[in-house]
């Protein structure tokens, strides 16, 4: 049996900016880009959430909830200083670390002897340890696998430790809303609540050659995750060389202008997925689609930034090569080496 902990901190950005300005703890505040350019909340605080306030909003609405809403600039410099330092404490525990984002991580503690092998006096020692010596919350959750780990540290955020033992699973998953399983978005929510399934007992009923026929592969996952099971191994950290997102489409992209309209929703989770990364510095643009015969191809140029217009001639340079109707559409961007991103800081 595993030990998973997923260890997730509370408001991180603001959490800094609160940690290094302390009269900033108890008004509404919100990290992010400016209302005037259209930008978004990154993190916000608790006392903004009391207005509705919370991440991925634009700034504009959360000004309008919040008229004396404090908004800061994000300094990813120091967010990633401070993420060294709470990895570092990490690995204090374990080698077994797989980052996801600056401030959130898998812990695989299996094997670990301290503390008589308890994952829960483990959590409660990081929490502490990450307290006193970084100045930061953070939220854990502990569970046999990595699924259930992810959603016990959000269960009783913030300043959560929630831990599901082996011999809790089945009772714990019984109840839960099928919207918590891992790669369940919002499109394959509508079509399981459409099919009257709310919640994981609702799907272990379900056979899983019904499963299959209706959601292909992720069927055999969903029939998986709804007993609670997860394989997935905690993966060591290794160097993270691009970011990207794609889609498959459930039918195919007729045309160009098809495929822009289809772009431009990934290039903002594309972009949300850069920013939980803390804005690593950029090397390369690219832009892939698969077309409905199944031939690949992918459009890359240089660039440091990754603002949508520079994908638009990326995608119909990629578009051209075939004409074809397109089953899959992908943004990405290749990452600068981290000894570049040294070297030159050195010099600063
Ligand atoms: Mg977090």
Request: overall charge neutral; aromatic content about 8%; glycine content about 6%.
């Amino acid at each position: 049996m595993r030990k998973i902990l997923h260890a997730d901190c509370d408001c991180f950005y603001a959490a800094v900016e609160m940690r290094d300005d302390p009269s900033l703890s108890d008004i509404p505040l919100a990290i992010g880009g400016r209302a005037a350019q259209r930008g978004v909340v990154a993190t916000c605080n608790y006392p903004a959430r009391r207005f509705g306030i919370h991440s991925a909003m634009s700034m504009a609405q959360a000004v309008r909830l919040c008229p004396h809403l404090h908004i800061l600039p994000p300094d990813f410099d120091r967010y990633r200083r401070v993420s060294a330092q709470i990895q570092t404490i990490f690995h204090e525990l374990t080698p077994l670390v797989e980052p996801l984002s600056l401030d959130e991580a898998y812990l695989d503690v299996s094997d670990i002897e301290r503390f008589h092998g308890s994952a829960t006096w483990m959590a409660r020692w990081l929490k502490r340890r990450i307290y006193e010596q970084v100045g930061i919350i953070i939220s854990i959750g502990v569970a046999p696998n990595k699924f259930l780990a992810k959603i016990a540290s959000d269960w009783d955020k913030p300043d959560g430790l929630f831990v599901i033992s082996p011999d809790q699973t089945d009772h714990f998953i019984a109840n839960l809303p099928i919207d918590k399983l891992h790669g369940v978005g919002p499109a394959t929510t509508e079509k399981l609540h459409n099919m009257e399934i709310r919640t994981c007992s609702d799907l272990q009923r379900q056979p899983l050659a019904h499963l299959l026929e209706h959601f292909g592969k992720f069927g055999a996952r969903l029939h998986e995750l709804s007993r609670g099971i997860d394989e997935r191994p905690v993966k060591l950290e290794r160097e993270r060389k691009s970011i990207s997102v794609e889609t498959t489409f459930d039918r195919d992209l007729k045309s160009l202008e098809e495929c822009r309209t289809a772009l431009a929703p990934l290039l903002v989770k594309l972009d949300e997925r850069i920013e939980r990364n803390g804005r690593p510095a950029l090397q390369k643009l690219f832009v892939k689609i698969r077309f409905d015969d199944f031939s690949l191809t992918t459009f890359e140029i240089a660039g440091t930034s990754a603002e949508a217009a520079y994908f638009l001639p990326l995608l119909e340079q990629a578009w051209q090569r075939s004409a074809r109707p397109v089953r899959l559409l992908g943004a990405g961007v290749r990452l600068t080496p981290p000894e570049a991103g040294r070297q030159i800081s050195l010099f600063d």
